[in-house]
């Protein structure tokens, strides 16, 4: 009975004069450990709205709503969802997209429906103007226009693109019959394909 005694005696000792594992957070500002990942949040401007995000997001926590009418694409972050993986940083196409941050959240509340820890972001849609179908958003054409570089100007939607940025495009509404002037149109890839079939035979 005397050697376990002992040992508690030692571990108690040793307790006493090493540093405390918890923090003392909130009544001590929260520093974090190195390698610490963190909850990720988006970058307003680097995030181009691809989605490659919440296809790799391992709990469900990413979340992406297409509004069509209202031409918007809204990026959520759940961080009750969250397990901090960081595969959505490491799987970026911008790689500065979203990123986990260091800050410290606080999900204790009485009050739980004042509780809301989501980080969301909303991104310009593109439509198909003979279908209506979701191209992509605006972000991600421009991001991918300026890695073609010049070869870019090759494709009439890289083209409209930039013509929208010098000035203001015609308004449109949906076709059902397409013909060959609809191919300078933003048009999306089933349908410039129809196009160009018709051009052709």
């Given at each position: 009975?005397i ?6 005696i ?7 004069f ?18 610490y990942?963190?909850?990720?949040e988006?970058?307003?401007?680097m ?14 926590a990413i ?11 809204t990026?959520?972050?759940n ?11 490491e ?25 809301e ?17 979701i ?16 070869k ?15 000035t ?5 509404s ?25 051009d052709?035979?």
């Amino acid at each position: 009975m005397i050697i376990p005694k002992i040992r508690e005696i030692k571990e108690a000792l040793i307790s006493f004069f090493t540093k405390p594992y918890t923090t003392k957070f909130p009544a001590t500002s929260f520093v974090p450990e190195e390698g610490y990942r963190g909850f990720p949040e988006y970058d307003v401007g680097m995030c181009i709205g691809c989605g490659a995000c919440e296809q790799v997001c391992t709990a469900s926590a990413i979340e992406i709503t297409d509004n069509i009418i209202q031409k918007k694409r809204t990026l959520s972050v759940n961080y009750f969802s969250c397990v901090n993986c960081g595969q959505c940083e490491e799987n970026c196409t911008t790689e500065k997209g979203i990123m986990n941050k260091n800050t410290l959240y606080s999900f204790s509340s009485p009050d739980k429906g004042a509780i809301e820890h989501f980080n969301i972001i909303e991104k310009d849609l593109v439509i198909c103007e003979a279908c209506g179908e979701i191209i992509g958003c605006r972000d991600h054409l421009q991001y991918i226009k300026r890695k073609l570089g010049p070869k870019a100007f090759a494709h009439p939607n890289f083209l409209l693109n930039t013509q929208s940025e010098i000035t203001e495009l015609p308004s449109y509404s949906t076709k059902s019959i397409l013909r060959r002037e609809d191919y300078i149109k933003e048009l999306c890839p089933k349908c410039r394909q129809k196009v160009v079939v018709k051009d052709e035979f």
